[in-house]
């Protein structure tokens, strides 16, 4: 009988802890949905004028590892897509499949990034960029 | 079976056994009797039960509370770097490393060594985390003694065992009794306080007394202060600007400065033994919260410097119900069932826009990344030891351990100034599962001078074919007090959760990962002389299917891409793959001992040189980073009769090692961290006046300024002025004051 209370004792003690383990940190899922269909018609257009970007642009073309990334972000219309970070996250695969391996690369860090500067100061309102890179 | 019904189908069998076996009359963990009558280290962890460390089938290290308090150790990494032969451990301030006998794999979370408290196992399984710094949670004050096992240990104990097991045995009330207050202070950095009582007393429940010790203890730090070199970092590609690396700090690119905020630690934590008859009651608990001001190649690929905000918790919860019963002549059984809860929290606050541009929102000052995880289980272990000749000459282990597992982990991305979520949860695991493990272990005394033990485990879980780890070792006393081993060993790790099954736009899910796996024999010589013990050891471990995390190349990328694995693709996309081998081998060795009268002179020397290289296909083969491949350290100490104080003198030596990021950084220079040699002066004793109050004072001095970690926005080299990487800095210097008031009724 003795033995019984006291087993029975131990086990009320592991059970109210497996009871308090149930009482942690709550790990539930978040959902966040996004509209990814919009576009700003125009910022290609707009950064081709020679008053714009133009001549950065031909900078890049006449770079042998930005040629190829640059054609493949005019094919995807990347920087036609809404936000500065759509417009990123389309160019870094046409960057990667040009053999840029780092976003610190000079190509990156010269061409793009100098597009998206000059994007900022000269196509704001196309683009849908402001100073601060940020979109709508 | 719903995971509840299983366990309470576990728990009944448990009952079922305690209330049918008779009470057992020898307790095969109250080791501190039989030790006495040995003058010999007694180990229980290396084949689960009570055995003389000469004899057991490992190269064991047992440091006792005497040691710890005599030579001012204030964490188990201290114990180990200090005190124990072949284990080292490397604190990079975001976790400690720990390595064995030249093998260390940097930020593996502790899941390459199994951790044990009271038997009671401490890695859980989202990480394989066990924390064997300030984050162990266990106040050194109630610590009996620590076995430091070297060599693979999934014979008895399943997954993790690759390195080693470390046995954390906490004191009975018989060596703990009264009430204790303790107080301790590093003048600027840290203090800890803790209060705990050691009892017996006579319940109905049982024949015996009850056996209760517990103890309470806060732990705070905050720095030093150190200052990290500035270092340009470079363009934002999302803004065109300068990167900015705090909160409030400008658009200027460089990272660096005096991080006075971001250095922190606070641990509450608690623990207790209770033994009540038959059984055994041990339960845990602790809340490690956390912060290191620098970013890192491993934990923190963006993070604010020097930001309070971001931190890392584990919170713990784990008990454990032990019943030891003896069935007839010639069999004890021992019943275990156990449960554990554990949670993490890390908050990483990034001020540099391409930190959230994988969110999809880059507008946000500052994105707040919150990785969010949990685990829980239950098992029961049934264990039966057959003595078939009631002589200790013939013991048969058979045991079973089974365990239901609960997973769960996130990462969020949010705007740290609002708290508006940026994107979906990425990385989202919820997983149950079930581990069984089986093993059978003879011991065999056919003389006094010969022993043998052979064992075997098998263990099984939803994720992985089963896997045998067998163990052969040989005992022989050549000589008086000569004792020649040697052993063979395999054991394993079950890749963890956060590598099988963490997914995320920039990580590939893991495909088919095989459990780790390492095969390793030892030689070993030990001659006792008196008070003196000598021991030299060869050992060589061949570990394969090693899990990392695999950078994808470009035409991997593409690939991937191609089958729709990867949406947007970006850099730097990763995939946990069986990488690489490892070959190690080496030697170590102990001189320990006493001397004088009445033994007031202690020493002991305990040195470790070992050779490991990291082989990949395709890679040239090179040392492992941050491990050490010549390590050690010496001690001296004397206890000055009467009510005079213990002094003592404690170093432990590390060889240049790799930089973390020395095979893929690129540095031109700079790749090694100096060698490290860090000594300790203790002084301790009672104080005069008032009876039950002693002090403890250390001081602290390490050579090396720097560890072989590299902190800071250059991870990297990518060109520029700076031809080597900036290097974590290390406290040179420390002190402390602690005060301990027995009261002993």
């Not at chain 2, 124990?84 to 930020?107: C, E, F, K, Y």
Request: proline share 5%; charged share 20%; with cysteine.
């Amino acid at each position: 009988m003795r033995r019984a209370l006291l087993l029975f004792m131990m086990l009320a003690v592991l059970v109210a802890g497996l009871r308090l383990l149930s009482a942690c940190l709550s790990v539930e899922q978040v959902i966040v949905e996004k509209d990814g269909s919009g576009r700003s018609v125009g910022c290609l257009l707009c950064l081709e004028k020679p008053e714009a970007c133009s001549g950065l642009i031909e900078q890049c073309k006449a770079d042998p590892r930005c040629k190829p990334a640059f054609a493949c972000i005019e094919r995807e219309a990347c920087f036609d897509l809404l936000t500065l970070d759509d417009k990123i996250n389309c160019g870094l695969p046409c960057a990667a499949d040009a053999g840029i391996q780092s976003a610190t690369d000079p190509v990156i860090t010269t061409y793009l990034v100098g597009l998206v500067a000059c994007g900022q100061q000269k196509c704001a309102t196309e683009c849908n960029l402001s100073e601060g890179g940020v979109g709508p | 079976m719903s995971t509840c019904t299983r366990l309470l189908a576990m728990l009944a069998a448990a009952a079922t056994t305690a209330l049918a076996s008779a009470p057992a009359r020898a307790d095969d963990a109250d080791t501190s009797e039989l030790e006495g009558l040995l003058n010999e280290n007694v180990v229980v962890a290396a084949s689960k039960t009570s055995e003389v460390g000469t004899t057991a089938p490992a190269t064991v290290t047992t440091v006792t509370a005497e040691d710890l308090r005599r030579y001012g150790m204030r964490t188990l990494a201290e114990a180990i770097d200090f005190l124990s032969l072949g284990a080292v451990t490397s604190d990079s301030q975001h976790v400690v490393d720990i390595g064995a006998r030249g093998v260390l794999i940097p930020n593996d979370n502790g899941d390459h060594m199994l951790l044990l408290v009271n038997g009671h196992t401490q890695n859980e399984p989202l990480f394989g985390r066990a924390s064997f710094g300030r984050g162990a949670s266990i106040p050194l004050e109630m610590v009996d003694h620590i076995e430091v096992i070297l060599g693979p240990g999934s014979v008895l104990y399943g997954s993790n065992a690759m390195l080693g097991v470390i046995n954390v045995v906490t004191k009975r009330a018989k060596d703990w009794s009264g009430v204790h207050a303790v107080g301790e202070l590093e003048p600027g950095k840290s203090w800890r306080g803790l209060v705990g009582a050691g009892v017996t007393f006579p319940t109905p429940l049982a024949d015996d007394p009850a056996d209760l010790t517990l103890g309470v203890e806060y732990y705070k730090h905050d720095g030093p202060a150190f200052f990290y070199p500035y270092r340009y970092g470079g363009i934002d590609g999302s803004t065109a600007k300068p990167y900015r690396y705090a909160r409030n700090g400008p658009e200027n690119g460089y990272w660096g400065g005096v991080a006075k905020n971001g250095y922190y630690t606070r641990l509450p934590s608690g623990f207790l033994r209770l033994g009540l008859g038959d059984f055994e009651l041990n339960v845990q608990l602790s809340s490690f919260d956390h912060s290191a001001p620098y970013r890192s190649r491993y934990t923190k690929i963006f993070q604010d410097f020097d930001d309070p905000d971001s931190h890392e918790r584990d919170r713990r919860i784990g008990i454990d119900l032990t019943h030891r019963a003896r069935l007839g002549t010639i069999a004890r059984l021992t019943s275990r069932a156990y449960a554990d809860g554990w949670d993490w929290l890390a908050d990483v606050n990034a001020s540099e826009k391409a930190a959230c541009l994988g969110a999809g929102d880059s507008s946000v000052n500052t994105c707040s990344i919150q990785g969010r995880g949990r685990s829980r289980w239950a098992g029961l272990e049934l264990r039966t030891d057959l003595d078939w000749l009631q002589t200790s000459q013939l013991v048969t282990t058979l045991g079973i351990d089974g365990r239901l597992r609960e997973i769960k982990s996130k990462v969020d991305f949010s705007d740290f100034d609002t708290g508006r979520p940026l994107q979906s949860t990425q990385g989202f695991i919820d997983r149950n599962d079930t581990l069984l493990g089986a093993y059978l272990q003879q011991t065999i005394l056919p003389t006094r001078w010969l022993s043998f033990n052979l064992g075997a485990r098998l263990d099984k879980e939803t994720r992985f074919d089963g896997v045998v780890s067998p163990r052969f070792a040989a005992a022989v006393r050549a000589w008086h007090g000569g004792t020649l081993k040697g052993s063979y060993a395999e054991a394993f790790r079950s890749p963890a959760y956060a590598e099988t099954d963490y997914t995320s736009t920039v990580q590939l899910p893991a495909g088919t990962l095989a459990p780790e796996r390492v095969r390793s024999v030892e030689v070993s010589f030990e001659q006792k002389l008196g008070a003196q013990r000598l021991l030299f050891g060869v050992f060589r471990s061949w570990w394969q299917d090693i899990v990392e995390n695999h950078i994808l190349s470009v035409p991997e990328q593409r690939e991937a891409v191609s089958r729709g694995e990867l949406g947007l693709a970006t850099f730097g996309v990763g995939q946990f793959r069986n990488v690489s081998q490892i070959d190690n081998y080496g030697l170590n060795g102990t001189f320990e001992g006493t001397a004088g009268k009445e033994q007031q002179l202690h020493y002991g020397l305990n040195a470790t040189a070992a050779i490991a290289r990291r082989d990949e296909v395709g890679a040239p083969s090179v040392p492992l980073a941050v491990a050490p491949q010549i390590f050690g350290n010496a001690r001296v100490a004397y206890d000055i009769p009467g009510d005079w104080p213990t002094v003592a003198l404690a170093t432990h030596y590390v060889g240049k090692r790799p930089i973390d990021r020395a095979y893929d950084g690129g540095w031109p220079s700079g790749t090694y961290a100096p060698a490290q040699l860090e000594t300790r002066a203790t002084v301790s004793g009672p104080l005069p006046l008032l009876r039950g109050l002693s002090y403890r004072l250390t001081a602290t001095y390490a050579l090396a300024d720097h560890g072989p970690y590299v902190v800071g926005a250059q991870q990297v080299y990518e060109g520029g002025p700076e031809p080597s990487p900036s290097l974590l800095p290390l406290d040179t210097f420390r002190t402390s004051i602690g005060l301990q008031y027995d009261f002993l009724p």
